[in-house]
């Protein structure tokens, strides 16, 4: 199934029609009747609401905790192999390349400590080989506090340094692009780290700039940054121009929410263009970071952030 379309130029109506799609696909009514749901009646908006719910009381297994810290349901055999059939079907499961040549700006969504450095090697390795980029590569993190797995996890790696999540990126910035300093570096610690921001940008040889950047929080007296945040973030740092291509780097399994949360904050806002690719695990890298492994409720945790996603999306797009 397609993702809503993501070129620059794409209409409301032509969004909507793309979320409807999606969300009205064979493989999520299968899911939904699979898991006792009836399908929601109404309209999109309806329909869109009633799977929030229906998602919440069956396929969230964090609970408000972090990703890590979610549970991991025990499902029979047929289930798991109808998951992964869905997520398969639904653009979650399968990296698949670049669209075009050439864009205004490459995109990293930062993420779990092995993410940050899998991401980052990726983005390198397009920006040299695959998809030339005029303006700059743009690291997106914040200060969310690595846990102690995370931090086990670079040290057995041999990355040492890392207190939080844009840290990690930073490494990895540093490793897949070959750069020691940035040139440049601002930001304000404020008093707490979900106000604090930090901006560093490299200068690797032969490649365009890379910027690296920790979003404070939209909501500082409730939560972290998120990935909203942080594509907000960047974009008042930059000059987004109407129909700038932008291609965005995160792991296949978040490449449908984070697809649509880029066209809510930055697509329609700017008329930019969106691309979304998620990270090849086939591809070698600078460091040899562990796959991590996904399972049915992982991929049912994250077909529901694609659904609140697309609901989010297509509240912006209702409201005119």
């Known amino acids: 199934m397609a993702l809503p379309a993501g070129a620059a130029g794409t209409t409301r109506a032509e969004l909507t029609a793309g979320v409807r799609a999606w969300v009205d696909s064979p493989p999520m009514r299968t899911?939904?009747?699979?898991?006792?749901?009836?399908?929601?009646?109404?309209?999109?908006?309806?329909?869109?609401?009633?799977?929030?719910d229906f998602s919440a009381r069956?396929?969230?297994f964090r609970g408000g905790r972090e990703r890590p810290d979610a549970r991991e349901p025990a499902f029979d055999p047929a289930t798991v192999g109808l998951v992964l059939d869905a997520a398969t079907a639904l653009g979650l499961v399968r990296a698949v390349p670049p669209t075009l040549p050439r864009y205004a700006h490459l995109l990293v969504l930062g993420g779990l400590a092995h993410a940050c450095l899998r991401r980052t090697a990726y983005a390198a390795h397009l920006a040299r080989t695959v998809a030339g980029v005029d303006g700059e590569v743009a690291v997106l993190g914040s200060f969310r506090a690595l846990s102690p797995v995370e931090s086990r996890m670079l040290a057995d790696l041999g990355v040492h340094g890392c207190a939080t999540e844009v840290d990690a990126l930073d490494a990895g910035v540093r490793v897949a692009f070959g750069v020691d300093a940035p040139s440049e570096e601002i930001g304000e610690d404020a008093d707490h780290p979900h106000r604090a921001w930090s901006s560093r940008t490299y200068r690797p040889a032969g490649l365009p700039p890379v910027r690296v950047l920790a979003a404070p929080s939209g909501e500082p007296d409730l939560r972290r940054a998120h990935t909203?945040?942080?594509?907000?973030?960047?974009?008042?740092?930059?000059?987004?121009?109407q129909g700038d291509p932008v291609l965005m780097v995160t792991a296949p399994i978040y490449v449908p929410f984070q697809h649509c949360d880029a066209l809510r904050t930055l697509a329609v806002p700017f008329g930019c263009g969106i691309d979304t690719v998620g990270v090849d695990p086939a591809l070698d890298t600078p460091v040899r970071v562990p796959e991590p492994t996904l399972t049915a409720g992982r991929y049912l945790q994250e077909i529901r952030s694609a659904l609140r996603s697309m609901r989010a999306l297509h509240g912006l797009l209702a409201a005119g």
Do not use: I
């Not at 909203?228 to 121009?241: E, I, K, N, S």
């Open 31 to 52: 899911l939904v009747g699979h898991f006792g749901g009836d399908w929601p009646a109404g309209d999109l908006s309806a329909v869109l609401a009633g799977l929030d």
């Open 58 to 60: 069956h396929w969230d």
């Open 228 to 241: 909203a945040d942080t594509q907000r973030f960047w974009a008042g740092h930059v000059r987004l121009r």
